[in-house]
């Protein structure tokens, strides 16, 4: 089981800690939603509860609930600019297909 971050994310994961003045790192899950059946969630993680797995890179945690671990196992989290937008890119080699509008996508 892998999740993993390139360096683009792991220095915006710690700006928004830095800037919020707490936080253990990121929890990555997923929630039912849209027409494809999942969407991505992304909060701050103040505690790591049991069960919960732990990944690292760059100096940065990332938290998922085992529930959420089979959906986004081997997803790499990217961060990026695209002319005045910039966002969490997630490649997650789990998908199998997303709804029109990008915001929701399936496993199965």
Request: with cysteine; aromatic share 8%.
């Amino acid at each position: 089981m892998s999740v993993s971050l390139t360096e683009n994310a792991a220095r915006q994961i710690q700006k928004q800690l830095a800037k919020r003045t707490r936080g253990l790192g990121l929890r990555l899950g997923v929630k039912k939603s849209g027409c494809s059946g999942f969407a991505y969630i992304l909060d701050y993680a103040d505690t790591i509860e049991e069960g919960d797995e732990v990944f690292e890179a760059f100096g940065v945690k990332v938290i998922v609930t085992p529930q959420d671990l089979a959906i986004v196992n081997g997803i790499q989290l990217d961060y990026c600019r695209e002319g005045i937008n910039e966002a969490f890119k997630f490649n997650n080699p789990n998908v199998k297909g997303t709804c029109g509008c990008g915001e929701s996508f399936s496993v199965s």
